[in-house]
């Protein structure tokens, strides 16, 4: 979850170990469980379908850009709404609900401070989920009301909705919607890269290939880390172009390569990052994909994959829902680690191990089989 401060411009703080963080993850588990218990069946049922109500309340919060509009010190109502461009009382009132999670709280007079969860809504925050809330509820909310064509056609969602569209494809016509997907992909980036360098050792020396490797932050905190270290950052044209200025300073450490990995990727590199890409894609392309690096990866070579792991069956984990998220938009899916593992021997790798870290992304690693 988010953990800012309440200040401007909150400070990232040190995300616990792994293991702390799955223990916290089974305990909040026990007590919705007991929670649940103490209510009707119903009502706990009743309860779950209107957190849609929720999560379209922080939508607008989001879109209307409250909290970068809004500082430690109370605040009312009309003046926020004259801000924002809103009317006073629907405002109020949205904002009252969202007092429910803790985003806001209330004061005398209809004011509002905003709490430290609340903080996580505006766009500077360290750990911000504000473009996600913006793309989640103006965008992708029309498609997850098409959940049950998925379900019985095997289809997604938007391209149900699009004719025949894909995401991506929909996201060049809507400049808007794709500035937002964008932002809230490095948010998720930013949020996962601490937690994944203090959970693996990258490697010291040789060359390390970032495949859909975006602006390159990923690589940039790889090589950051190991100075003996070069990197090649592979992703389409118009994405590198936006490549890291950091990493186009670096002497020559670092290539900037621009191409598809449906049709190839570049040789030279002895270990091959993925990060949230395979997730993308049906088990052909996933099987292409990753024949393409086994084509160019030396038999002493490492393929990192860093994904969202499914858990054990009746274990409740964030990964069960984005699953649910890839079949609405993307016509991909999450795996368990014995899907990975069979993923992988398909493809010429074998899975080696399953690193968790104290995101919600694990760290898969495999070899080349002999």
């Known amino acids: 979850g988010c953990r800012c401060p309440s200040s401007q ?24 469980r007991v929670h649940r218990r103490l209510v009707p069946n119903s009502i706990a049922l009743l309860e779950v379908m209107t957190n849609m109500w929720m999560a379209q309340a922080l939508s607008v919060a989001a879109t209307l850009n409250l909290a970068d509009e809004m500082d430690t010190e109370p605040m009312d109502c009309e003046t926020l709404a004259k801000k924002v461009g809103a009317k006073p009382e629907p405002l109020y009132r949205v904002m009252r609900a969202l007092t429910n999670i803790g985003v806001f709280e209330e004061k005398p007079g209809k004011t509002f401070v905003l709490t430290a969860l609340g903080q996580c809504l505006k766009a500077n925050s360290p750990n911000s989920v504000k ?155 996933c099987a ?30 964030f990964s069960k829902l984005l699953d649910l998220e890839m079949m609405v938009a993307a016509g991909g899916m999450e795996r368990t680690a014995d899907e990975y593992a069979a993923l992988l021997g398909e493809s010429g790798f074998r899975l080696t191990r399953v690193v968790p870290t104290a995101s919600l992304a694990s760290i898969i690693e495999a070899v080349p089989t002999q």
Request: hydrophobic fraction near 40%; charged fraction near 25%.
């Open 131 to 285: 473009a996600m809330a913006i793309f989640q509820g103006q965008f992708q909310w029309q498609h997850w009301g098409h959940l049950l064509h998925t379900v019985k056609t095997g289809g997604t969602a938007i391209e149900h909705v699009h004719n025949g569209k894909s995401l991506f494809d929909v996201m060049k016509d809507q400049p808007e919607t794709q500035k937002q997907f964008d932002i809230f992909m490095r948010n998720i980036s930013s949020m996962e890269m601490d937690a994944v360098m203090a959970a693996y050792t990258f490697p010291a020396a040789g060359t390390f290939a970032d495949v859909g490797g975006g602006h390159g932050s990923m690589l940039l905190k790889v090589l950051q880390a190991n100075p003996e270290l070069k990197g090649i950052l592979y992703d389409q044209p118009q994405v590198v172009k936006g490549a890291l200025s950091e990493l186009k300073k670096m002497d020559g450490r670092c290539k900037i390569t621009a191409g598809s990995f449906i049709e190839s990727v570049p040789k030279g590199a002895e270990t091959y990052l993925m990060k949230h890409i395979i997730h993308d894609w049906e088990e052909k392309d």
């Open 9 to 32: 411009t909150p400070a990232r703080r040190k995300a616990p170990p792994a293991r702390v963080i799955h223990s916290i993850d089974k305990f909040r588990a026990v007590i919705s």
């Open 288 to 317: 292409k994909i990753l024949g393409h690096i086994r084509k160019v990866i030396p038999e002493s070579g490492k393929l990192i994959l860093i994904e969202t792991v499914i858990t054990e069956p009746n274990r409740p984990h």
